[in-house]
């Protein structure tokens, strides 16, 4: 295109007043194009480099703005036509700072702060399980040691090792503050099958006797949620939506089937659908926002833009048309651009500056522990899921449910249970990743397939994706869901599941 020489006079006005250089290459390309994009442009320039424009750095803008407006394209709300009785109602959202890792972070990864941190996980989770019945005491690992053989006890400590011998019988090294001891589930124990779910480094209590060196271990305990959980109740009429997953900036990302989503949210849909968008007072988002870069192999053959801020400035173009009366908790994933050791902190304020100022907008950490109307929700992205599945006997295939490797996590009270296998964990001064609360609501993602169901009076959900299935997918055989997203009522305690799948393709 030939540059206008209006548009040409405009840019080199406002690049005079900002004080920067443009170079005879930047005015060119900038001069070409019309002149509200070409101001937009160099607005973006101006933000990337307060002293010279390069030719290249303009090209490498317009073609952000390009993919942003492609990527959003046909994206258009009407939010005035759509009052629901929700948006009056005062929205009640605690976020646990105290268990929020932003900023905190001081550890460099030395021995003795990975001591700390199992030290940490130890006195928590043993704190859960003083609480859980027992007919026989709790003593400390040392004093079993010297008790007369048959004597009984309960000893708590975190598991160090597990064998299973040529014979069938299962030694597990259990250890506490002080010492360590081999504990004996004998082959035709009525425990040994219980004995093949556990798993290194989650914190157990063993009830048994001692014979010389060994603790014969005659019950098993876990911490587990209590049976009969107080029941959360809530008056107002509202709901929480929990998607994760959505991997703006990847090819695959679902655009059209997210449009019909964020419209629904403004009440662009029937009678039915306006009634449940009006219900939705909460949006939980677990992670995956982005696709990143560089994350699995070949992954650059699937991904829209290589630029990781383009990527962000997309996600924020679709949360900025999220109703203001819907409060949106939002967490990174293992594809976000934070540090990929748990537990994340939030994203930080250069990548999503453009939402800043939306007070309906909330960054959170992964994990996050936050109260929505006096519910304990917990967002987890997952990506320790993996290590479990391959762990645990009872969750094999479990690809395809991943709400029963969700459970598991509650039963251990842990969301990162198996150090050092798959998922980088960051040696902090304590263990983010315990649940000593129960969480009413327990959401997480990562997997890319839709599962709940109800434990014990918590609300398991694993959010699904927006994402078609990429190759890395297929080469290791997993089946997402996506566009489906549950939605569940505080009030009622239902969970209703709508889908947005439009044209995208799986
Ligand atoms: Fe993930
Ligand atoms: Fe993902």
């Known amino acids: 295109m030939e540059p206008n020489s209006d ?10 007043e900002a004080k920067v250089l443009l170079s005879p290459e930047a005015l060119q390309t900038l001069a070409e194009l019309p002149e509200e994009k070409a101001l937009k442009a160099l607005a973006k320039c101006i933000e990337a480099s307060n002293f010279i424009i390069t030719g290249e750095l303009a ?3 317009i073609s952000s703005i390009e993919t942003i407006e492609k990527t959003t394209a046909g994206v258009e709300v009407q939010r005035t036509d759509f009052k629901p009785l929700n948006a009056d109602i005062a929205s009640q959202l605690e976020i646990n700072e105290e268990l929020d890792i932003s900023g905190k972070s001081r550890c460099t990864g030395t021995v003795e702060e990975f001591v700390g941190l199992f030290r940490d996980r130890l006195k928590r989770v043993k704190g859960v399980l003083k609480n859980r019945m027992s007919e026989t005491p709790v003593v400390p690992i040392a004093s079993v040691k010297g008790f007369a053989r048959g004597r009984t006890a309960r000893i708590i400590g975190m598991v160090f090792k597990k064998q299973v011998t040529k014979n069938g019988h299962v030694i597990v090294e259990l250890e506490d503050e002080e010492t360590s001891v081999k504990c004996l589930v004998m082959k035709n ?3 040994r099958e219980k004995a093949d779910e556990i798993i290194l480094d989650e914190v157990i209590a063993f009830d048994g006797s001692s014979a010389e060196e060994l603790f014969i271990v005659k019950e098993i305990t876990w911490p587990e949620l209590p049976i009969s959980p107080v029941k959360k109740t809530c008056e107002d009429d509202i709901a929480i939506a929990c998607i994760s997953d959505l991997h703006i900036g990847s090819k695959l990302f679902m655009k059209d089937s997210f449009v019909k989503f964020i419209s629904f949210l ?22 995956d926002l982005v696709d990143g870069i560089g994350v699995y192999p070949n992954q650059e053959k699937e991904l829209l833009t290589k630029d990781i801020y383009t990527q962000y400035e997309i996600l924020c173009e679709y949360l900025k048309m999220i109703p203001e009366h819907v409060e949106v908790l939002v967490a990174p994933g293992n594809h976000d651009a934070v540090r990929g050791a748990l537990p994340q902190p939030r994203l930080a304020r250069e990548f999503v500056k453009q939402v800043e100022g939306y007070k309906n907008i909330h960054f959170v950490s992964n994990p996050c522990f936050a109260k929505v109307h006096g519910f304990n929700h917990v967002i987890f992205h997952g ?3 993996y290590s479990m599945i391959n762990s645990l006997p009872n969750l094999r295939n479990c690809h395809l449910n991943p709400e029963k490797v969700g459970v598991e996590m509650l039963r251990r009270r842990l969301l990162n249970p198996i150090y050092g296998d798959n998922v980088p964990f960051a040696p902090e001064k304590r263990d983010y990743t315990v649940l000593e609360e129960v969480p009413d609501i327990f959401h997480f993602g990562d997997i890319h397939r839709n599962g709940y169901t109800n434990y014990r009076g918590t609300m398991v959900i694993n959010g699904g994706c927006w994402q078609g299935k990429t190759e ?11 566009c489906q997203v549950p939605v569940y009522s505080l009030k009622t305690q239902n969970l209703q599941v709508l889908n947005f799948l439009g044209e995208d393709k799986i």
């Open 266 to 287: 403004n009440g662009q849909g029937n009678d039915n659908e306006r009634q449940i968008a009006g219900k939705i007072k909460y949006i939980s988002i677990a992670g």
């Open 189 to 191: 124990s009525p425990m």
């Open 59 to 61: 090209e490498e803008i």
């Open 383 to 385: 990506s320790t899921m």
């Open 7 to 16: 548009v040409r006079h405009v840019v080199l006005q406002r690049a005079s």
């Open 472 to 482: 890395y997918q297929v080469k290791l055989g997993h089946e997402p869901t996506p």
